[in-house]
């Protein structure tokens, strides 16, 4: 099947700085990718629809200025935590699907587990 | 918008048991339903999907029955083993790849040797 990569796949920060988070499809173009973030012992919440070359749709309540979303490429979307604190730490997850037309299947990253300190 | 619910929570079985999930949704557009496998530490899986136009999918050990008229859906594993053990997660979403998926609270399944 289809493989979606995620780096880091973890990641330590301090307070107060900024932390990128990649997610490439690597043998489809993904028009659409999804970020989602998971708390220990809860399901995923979406935080974020990526579309390429266009801006993000962000679900309510998730701050656009806070996660910033770039999908400049079809294989490549980026997750950018800013100014990070510690109740941003959590396990951060994106999504590919390889057909814009057909409800098929959903390709995962691997996660990235972000710490801040 | 899509309500996803999910029981049970947690689940443990004995080797050899079968294991049922149940889910049901609240969005009667939805027309995709997939099940995911999540290990710890990892990215979901992908089980099993179902579409709306089918009743009942199965795959080896694993199957997912679909009512569309009750709007829910539920995935059976047969013959369980100690690897089965993970939270699994049922989702939802429309029809085209632009849709979200909509997840379920998850179940923990505990297969006991």
């Known amino acids: 099947g289809a493989v979606v990569s995620q780096h880091p796949s973890w990641v330590i920060c301090k307070s107060g700085t900024s932390v990128k988070i990649e997610c490439r499809s690597l043998d489809f173009q993904a028009t659409t990718m999804f970020w989602y973030r998971q708390f220990p012992k809860q399901s995923l919440m979406l935080m974020a629809t990526?579309?390429?070359?266009?801006?993000?749709?962000?679900e309510q309540g998730v701050e656009k200025d806070k996660f910033l979303i770039n999908h400049a490429s079809l294989t490549l979307s980026t997750l950018t935590v800013t100014s990070a604190h510690p109740e941003d730490s959590s396990f951060y997850i994106c999504?590919?699907?390889?057909?814009?037309?057909?409800?098929?299947?959903?390709?995962f990253g691997q996660g990235t587990r972000l710490t801040v300190v | 918008g899509e309500n996803v619910e999910q029981h049970p929570s947690t689940l443990s079985v004995q080797e050899g048991d079968s294991a049922v999930i149940k889910c049901t949704y609240s969005d009667s557009a939805s027309n995709y339903f997939p099940w995911y496998k999540q290990e710890l530490g990892k990215g979901p899986q992908l089980i099993i999907d179902?579409?709306?136009?089918?009743g009942e999918k199965k795959d080896q050990r694993i199957a997912v029955t679909l009512n569309k008229t009750a709007k829910h859906f539920s995935l059976h594993i047969t013959e369980t083993q100690p690897e089965d053990s993970a939270v699994y997660f049922c989702a939802a979403s429309r029809g085209t790849g632009f849709q979200k998926l909509v997840f379920g609270t998850g179940t923990r399944l505990l297969v006991s040797p």
């Open positions: 990526s579309n390429e070359g266009s801006k993000a749709t962000y």
């Open positions: 999504s590919a699907r390889d057909s814009p037309r057909v409800a098929t299947e959903a390709f």
């Open positions: 179902i579409r709306s136009n089918v």
